[in-house]
């Protein structure tokens, strides 16, 4: 058995059936782990989340940013919905379309295995939010999302403020916990995302830290992989395992074994950069 954490596909169809023979995961007996952001940009977004759903069994997922969008996306009228880039509204229009955006819709926030030793997040944990405050915080926002409340919060997750403070209620609270689920980059030591910086480490203004470099940030008892930045790269350090690699720029598409004893990549193409022929 193995257990690999795979990084954003992005609609790169392609490259995640040559990742899935790479690893040669065998559904009997292995699990994957996908950090979110399976669709948008890729140009096989249908095709890739078709993938991941029959995949469903043997697999856990978590939302990415990209994913929330293309869920409030659906909320909206139909003239509305073919305004939108041709990979996602092949998704829109697709007859099985109800069928995958409903599983989506239920996807957590946040995936712990305590057995295992990780918490998988799509962009990163605010600062002082321990293990047990990520999860409780997620829960807060997948009640609604799974049920009656989830028009609503779609309707009104857009938006850079308020930043985040356990004073928050209602649909600023929604907001804030979203926002550092699955946009986080740099913040600052308060835990203020600075929505605008997405370079690499080294680009960022002054008094910005990526998330996971904060002074003072709290201790946690998981090790964590997620995906989001890929100027950032690979990185491993720090407890963090980075695996946004940029298969939908031309970058390699990254999967880590999580149970081995040692640490184990696996890489292969992504989809070719835009531009080339």
């Not at 720029?249 to 080339?276: F, H, N, S, Y």
Request: glycine share 10%; aromatic share 8%; with cysteine.
């Amino acid at each position: 058995m193995a257990v690999w954490a795979i990084g954003d596909l992005q609609g790169c169809y392609g490259a995640t059936r040559r990742l899935l023979d790479a690893i040669a995961f065998d559904p009997a007996c292995d699990r994957l782990w996908f950090c979110g952001d399976l669709v948008n940009r890729g140009g096989e977004s249908l095709e890739t989340l078709r993938l991941v759903h029959s995949l469903r069994a043997h697999a856990v997922t978590v939302l990415g940013n990209h994913d929330l969008s293309l869920l409030a996306i659906a909320q909206r009228t139909e003239a509305e919905q073919r305004k939108v880039n041709p990979d996602l509204q092949r998704v829109l229009f697709a007859e099985d379309r109800d069928e995958l955006l409903g599983w989506l819709q239920r996807q957590p926030l946040v995936y712990t295995d305590r057995q295992l030793g990780w918490l998988m997040v799509h962009a990163g944990l605010a600062p002082k939010w321990t293990t047990r405050a990520a999860e409780q915080h997620a829960r807060e926002v997948e009640r609604k999302l799974a049920g009656s409340g989830a028009q609503k919060l779609l309707r009104n997750m857009y938006g850079d403020h308020p930043a985040w403070s356990p004073r928050l209620a209602g649909t600023d609270r929604d907001r804030a916990i979203i926002n550092v689920f699955t946009r986080m980059r740099y913040c600052s030591p308060r835990g203020r995302i600075a929505f605008e910086e997405k370079g690499p480490p080294g680009t960022q203004a002054p008094g910005l830290y990526p998330w996971f470099e904060v002074p003072g940030r709290v201790e946690r008892d998981l090790k964590i992989v997620c995906g989001h930045w890929s100027s950032l790269g690979l990185f491993i350090g720090l407890g963090i395992h980075a695996l946004d690699t940029g298969a939908v720029w031309g970058g390699p598409l990254t999967a880590l074994q999580l149970d081995a004893g040692e640490l184990r990549i696996v890489q292969v193409p992504g989809r070719e950069a835009p531009g080339k022929a």
